[in-house]
C-alpha cells in the first residue's frame, strides 16, 4: 500500500462519514511512508459506501453511523425539559436487572435514538463480538491473548475455555489457595519470623495491579458485614515510586507483623518492583534475610522472575496473560490482599455479583442490557453529541475509589487512535473519565457542568446506608440528606433554569444571564439496593462491560495499552543518565536543549547525594 492510496483512503474515509465537529484530521505523519499498515485492512476501499460492514470497515461507513450523524440535527431541536413530559418515553429508559435500577431518561435521546443506536451495535457484531470474547478468541489481537475476565468470576463447573482448554478449574485452584493461605494467615497458623502473627498487609503494585483491590477495599472497608471479619487487621496499598509512599505505607507499622503482597502481571515493572526490593530491605534489615520467606508473597502472571526475586514460587499466587491489568481484580491480584482483610467469604459474595453481570451482559436482549445501554449512551454521547469527557459521581462515600478506577479501566482500554486493523480513525474514541463522590464534587467541579461545559455525568445511588445515621430533631436521616442531593442534581442538570423563571423571581436584570441555567445536560441514575460485597461485584462488571462495548463499536482493540510504552523507555535513558552523571560526574548528553536543562539543573541542585547509595529507609 503506497502513501499516496492511504492518503486517499483516508480522505475518503472522512468524505464517507459526515465531518462534524468530533473528527480529527488526518496529521502529516499519518501520510509518511513509516506508517505501514497490512494490506487486508484496505480490501474495502474500492467499495462505494455501503451497508455492510466487513471485518476491515470502520464503523463509520456504515449506514447506521451515517443515520445517527443525520440524526444529531433532530436531538438538538429537543430539550430534555420537554422530553422528560414524555411520560412513556421515560419509563421505557428505565431498566432493572437484579437489584440495580438504570434510569438513562435524561439523556440527550429519544426512542428513535435507542432505535438507531441498536442498529449501530447490530451494524458493529456487538452481539458476536461479546460471543468472541466469551468463548476465548484472541480478540486482543495486537497481543495475539484472548480476553477473559469473566473466567475469574464463573462458577466452579463452567466451562470457558482459551486455546481449547477449559480455564474455569486452574481459576478455582488458585482461588482455593487463597481461601487456604488467607485463613491460615488471618487465624494465626501462619506466622512471621518472629513467631508473631501477620495482622497488617502491605500490597505493592501499581495501575491494573493497584486500583481494582483499592476501590473494592475503600468500598468493603464500611461495610458492617466486612467490617466484622476485618477486625484488628490493616490493608494498605503501595503504588507510588514515590518514597514518600514508602514513608506513609510502613508508617506504625512492624515488619514482625506485616505480610508484604507484591502484586504484578509482569513482574518487571520499573515503580512496583524498586517498591518489593525496598520493602524487602525493610524485612530483611530488621528480621534477617530468611524472613522473606514468611513476610513477603507475591501475585503474578511471571512465577520464573518472583523466584527470582527471592520469594518462594509456593508463596505465589498466579494469574494468567488472558488477565488484563486492569480487569484483573477478580484474579489473585485483588482476592489476595481483599482476602487477606475480609476474609475468603466475602471476597467470593464479589466474584459472585460481578458474575451475575457477566451473565446478563451475555445473555439480556440490547435493550434491557445495563452494559450495553450504558456503552451504547457513551457512544451517543462522545462520537455524535461530541462530549468527551464523562463524570463519575458515587453519591457514596465508600466508592471514592471507584472513579479513579474506572479511569483506567475506560481510558486505557479506549484511548486508542487506530482501529484493530491499525487504520487511523477518523473519529475520536474514548473518553475523558474523572469523578468525586457527591456531594463533595457539588462544592468543587459541579459549577462547570452546570453553566459551563457539558458533561454526561453518572449518578450512582445506593439505597441503604452502610452506616446509617439518625438524629432526633433533624429533617431526614443523614443519607436521605445525601440522596436529596442524588435526586435533585440529575433534574437541575436536565430542566435548568430559564430567564423567565427568574424574573418571576424578581431577579435583577444584571444578574439574569449569571443566575440563568440552560439545562439540556445529560445524565444517568444507577441506583443499587446497597453497598456490599455483592453490589460492588455488580457495580464492576458493569463498568468493565460497558467500556468494552464502547471499544467493540468504535472498533478498537480495548485490551491493549501500548500508549504507556514510549514514556517508560525514556526513563530508561534518564536514569540511565542519573547515575552516570552521579557515578562519574558526565555531563548529560543526548537529549534535547529543555531536558538537558532541566537534568543538568536537578543533579547540580541535588549533588550533595552521595554516589554510592548507603541504604537508608523512611522513618516516620
Ligand atoms: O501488573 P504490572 O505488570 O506490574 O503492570 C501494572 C500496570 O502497568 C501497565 O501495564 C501500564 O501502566 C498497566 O496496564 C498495568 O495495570
Not at 499498515?37 to 453511523?65: G, H, K, R, Y
Request: include cysteine.
Amino acid at each position: 500500500m503506497s502513501p499516496i492510496s492511504r492518503a486517499v483512503k483516508f480522505l475518503c474515509n472522512l468524505a464517507h462519514s459526515s465531518s462534524g465537529p468530533s473528527e480529527i484530521p488526518p496529521s502529516p505523519t499519518d501520510f509518511g511512508p513509516q506508517n505501514f499498515l497490512p494490506a487486508s485492512t484496505f480490501s474495502f476501499f474500492s467499495a462505494v459506501p455501503s451497508v455492510e460492514m466487513t471485518s476491515t470497515t470502520l464503523i463509520c461507513d456504515t449506514q447506521p453511523w451515517k443515520d445517527l450523524k443525520a440524526h444529531v440535527q433532530d436531538i438538538k431541536k429537543t430539550h430534555l425539559r420537554d422530553l422528560m413530559n414524555d411520560k412513556e418515553r421515560c419509563e421505557s429508559m428505565m431498566v432493572e436487572f437484579d437489584g440495580m435500577f438504570l434510569d438513562y431518561s435524561r439523556q440527550c435521546a429519544t426512542l428513535d435514538t435507542m432505535d438507531k443506536l441498536y442498529k449501530l451495535a447490530e451494524a458493529a457484531s456487538l452481539k458476536q463480538q461479546i460471543n468472541r470474547m466469551y468463548s476465548g478468541e484472541h480478540i486482543n489481537s495486537t497481543e495475539n491473548r484472548s480476553v477473559l475476565h469473566v473466567a475469574l468470576r464463573a462458577p466452579r463447573d463452567a466451562v470457558i475455555n482459551s486455546d481449547g482448554k477449559n480455564v474455569v478449574p486452574d481459576v478455582w485452584n488458585v482461588l482455593d489457595k487463597i481461601k487456604d493461605f488467607s485463613e491460615k494467615v488471618r487465624s494465626g497458623s501462619w506466622i512471621g519470623a518472629t513467631g508473631k502473627p501477620l495482622k497488617d498487609v502491605i500490597a505493592i503494585g501499581i495501575g491494573g495491579s493497584f486500583l481494582g483491590p483499592l476501590f473494592v477495599h475503600t468500598a468493603l472497608q464500611t461495610d458492617p458485614e466486612a467490617v466484622e471479619f476485618a477486625k484488628g487487621r490493616q490493608l494498605r496499598f503501595l503504588a507510588n515510586v514515590d518514597p514518600i509512599d514508602v514513608a506513609r505505607n510502613i508508617a506504625g507499622l512492624n515488619p514482625e507483623t506485616t505480610l508484604v503482597v507484591v502484586v504484578s502481571k509482569t513482574f518487571t515493572t520499573a515503580e512496583t518492583m524498586l517498591n518489593a526490593r525496598t520493602l524487602r530491605e525493610w524485612i530483611s534489615s530488621t528480621l534477617g534475610p530468611s524472613a522473606v520467606a514468611k513476610h513477603m508473597v507475591a501475585v503474578s502472571t511471571n512465577l520464573t522472575l518472583v523466584e527470582k526475586f527471592g520469594i518462594d514460587p509456593n508463596n505465589a499466587f498466579a494469574f494468567w496473560d488472558w488477565v488484563g491489568g486492569r480487569y484483573s481484580v477478580c484474579s489473585a491480584v485483588g482476592v489476595l490482599p481483599l482476602s487477606l482483610q475480609y476474609g475468603f467469604s466475602i471476597v467470593e459474595k464479589f466474584l459472585k455479583g460481578a458474575s451475575s453481570i457477566d451473565d446478563h451482559f451475555r445473555s439480556a436482549p440490547f435493550e434491557k442490557n445495563i452494559p450495553v445501554l450504558l456503552g451504547l449512551l457513551s457512544v451517543w454521547n462522545v462520537s455524535f453529541l461530541g462530549y468527551p469527557a464523562r463524570a463519575i459521581l458515587p453519591y457514596s462515600q465508600a466508592l471514592e475509589k471507584f472513579a479513579p478506577h474506572i479511569q483506567q479501566v475506560s481510558m486505557e482500554s479506549n484511548g486508542k487512535g487506530v482501529s484493530i486493523d491499525g487504520v487511523p480513525l477518523p473519529y475520536e474514541a474514548g473518553e475523558i473519565d474523572f469523578g468525586e463522590p457527591g456531594t463533595n464534587g457539588q462544592h468543587s467541579f459541579y459549577q462547570l457542568i452546570h453553566q459551563g461545559r457539558v458533561i454526561p455525568c453518572d449518578f450512582i445511588g445506593i439505597v441503604k446506608s452502610q452506616q446509617p445515621v439518625y438524629l432526633k430533631g433533624e429533617v431526614v436521616s443523614n443519607h436521605d440528606e445525601l440522596m436529596s442531593n442524588f435526586f435533585a442534581q440529575p433534574d437541575a442538570l436536565a430542566y435548568g433554569k430559564t430567564a423567565e423563571q427568574l424574573l418571576k423571581e424578581n431577579v435583577s436584570q444584571h444578574l439574569i444571564p449569571h443566575k440563568t441555567f440552560s439545562g439540556n445536560r445529560p445524565s444517568l441514575s444507577l441506583l443499587l439496593p446497597s453497598l456490599n460485597a455483592y453490589n460492588i461485584g455488580q457495580l464492576l462488571a458493569s463498568y468493565e462491560h460497558r467500556v468494552a462495548v464502547e471499544g467493540f463499536v468504535w472498533g478498537i482493540n480495548s485490551f491493549d495499552q501500548w500508549g504507556v510504552e514510549l514514556g517508560k523507555s525514556l526513563a530508561t535513558q534518564v536514569r540511565k543518565q542519573l547515575h552516570t552523571s552521579r557515578t562519574k560526574s558526565e555531563p548529560v548528553e543526548g537529549f534535547n536543549f529543555s531536558t538537558t536543562k532541566l537534568l543538568t539543573r536537578y543533579l547540580q541542585a541535588s549533588s550533595d547525594i552521595p554516589a554510592d547509595l548507603p541504604t537508608l529507609l523512611p522513618r516516620i
